[in-house]
């Protein structure tokens, strides 16, 4: 008896560690009996549709991560006791993936994006997780839904992956339980007539993250926070987006959801590209900051800096026609200029132009990557590394 109950605990045990950690291999795939109607690539808008299938896997602190499974796109079932609806024990990505010219579908260095949201699960105390084999599941779930992935040149597949604080424990602690999901689906170009300046309200009376905060990483409870603000600069001001603004002297931070990026001829005569440096905690190390920098040091065409710029030395550039272009840079957009700027009683005006300025370069250049018009590493084929070992059901879903 006492040998069967040792075998009996061994093989428990064995059972927990197996499920211990987050494995492709262990992948379960549903699929849907009644796929819905992909809309048309012309009228695509962001965020309005979903593709048929979703991803998601539990973890707990007792088992440690569950099976992860693909399957049809249905509400989460979570208790309303769940921390996430409490505490924000939120996070999230956005990633695109490609449909390339030579017809492989890739993803644009989704690598840094799973860094990046292993380093905010560790800031939100939400558990770790293997990265890679992550990344397989989320290859699996696009190739899946391939069809969903638009044919136009302009055009991608926007990928979300999510994850949430579910232990069902009111109370301010770390969740015991979580769950990871990922949605898509197609999006449009964010500019459908090509690079279009916007306008920003920056006033220093709203800040968005402060040192020692949480600005670095991407948390929903980042985002709330700001949407009133962004909607008076619209209905208030006609303003399209929101520069943040940190400290007395009024740092320059990020424009709306993006990073900032200012394009000058310095006090010592310099061509530089500047952008505030991720030190301090106030900026999120965006993948396409960290794109269009590499790309700017490889071309070895102008100084590159990452520092902090104040409403003071901006003004004073400006002002002596220093100032050669301003943009934002994110996944939604690539790169999107900047006309004007609505600071205190200040309207400063920024000269654009699209045809040749850098941020048309670098739009080009990304996008040409993106579509492999240009074959760069940066790209991720999603039938790569992904051995075919997981358990697909054969009863589907409606």
């Known amino acids: 008896m006492a040998l069967l109950q040792q075998l009996t605990r061994q093989v428990h045990f064995k059972c927990i560690r197996s499920l211990s950690s987050l494995r492709y291999e262990d992948l379960q795939i549903t699929l849907t009996s009644s796929p819905s109607s992909k809309p048309d690539d012309s009228k695509l808008k962001f965020g309005a549709h979903t593709a048929d299938h979703m991803l998601e896997v539990d973890w707990s602190a007792q088992y440690g991560w569950g099976v992860p499974q693909i399957k049809p796109v249905a509400p ?15 996070l999230f990505e956005g990633m ?48 899946i839904d391939h069809e969903w992935v638009p044919q136009s040149k302009n055009c991608s597949l926007y990928v979300r992956p999510t994850f949430i604080g579910t232990e069902p424990a009111l109370g301010v602690t770390a969740s015991n339980m979580a769950k990871l999901f990922v949605i898509t689906g197609p999006v ?3 500019f459908p007539t090509g690079l279009k300046p916007v306008s920003l309200l920056a006033d220093p009376k709203y ?27 619209v209905n208030k001001y006609g303003c399209q987006q929101v520069l943040w603004l940190y400290g007395e002297d009024h740092q320059m931070t990020e424009v709306g959801t993006m990073n900032l990026f200012v394009y000058w001829v310095n006090e010592q005569g310099e061509e530089e590209l500047i952008t505030p440096p991720l030190e301090t905690g106030l900026i999120l190390p965006g993948v396409t900051r960290k794109s269009l920098l590499e790309l700017s040091r490889e071309w070895n065409e102008f100084k590159v800096s990452e520092q902090t710029m104040t409403m003071k030395s901006f003004i004073k550039a400006l002002n002596e026609g220093r100032v050669k272009e301003v943009f934002g840079a994110g996944t939604a957009c690539v790169v999107c200029p900047v006309s004007k700027i609505l600071y205190l009683d200040q309207e400063l005006l920024i000269k654009t132009d699209t045809e040749n300025s850098l941020t048309q370069r670098f739009f080009s250049e990304i996008t040409d990557i993106h579509y492999y018009r240009k074959p760069h590493p940066w790209m991720e084929a999603i039938d790569e590394d992904v051995e075919e070992t997981y358990t697909e059901s054969h009863d589907r879903m409606p």
């Open 76 to 90: 989460l079932q979570i208790h309303p006791a769940a921390k996430v609806l409490h505490y924000a024990a939120e």
């Open 96 to 143: 695109k993936a490609y449909r390339c010219v030579d017809g492989k579908i890739r993803m644009f260095r989704p690598t840094e994006n799973m860094k990046r949201m292993g380093k905010t699960a560790q800031r939100s105390a939400l558990p770790d997780f293997d990265q890679a084999e992550f990344l397989k599941c989320i290859k699996k779930l696009i190739s």
């Open 188 to 190: 449009g170009p964010y």
């Open 207 to 233: 800040v968005r993250a402060w040192p020692g905060g949480c600005g670095g990483y991407k948390m929903g409870s980042n985002y709330a926070p700001t949407v009133a603000i962004q909607s008076q600069a």
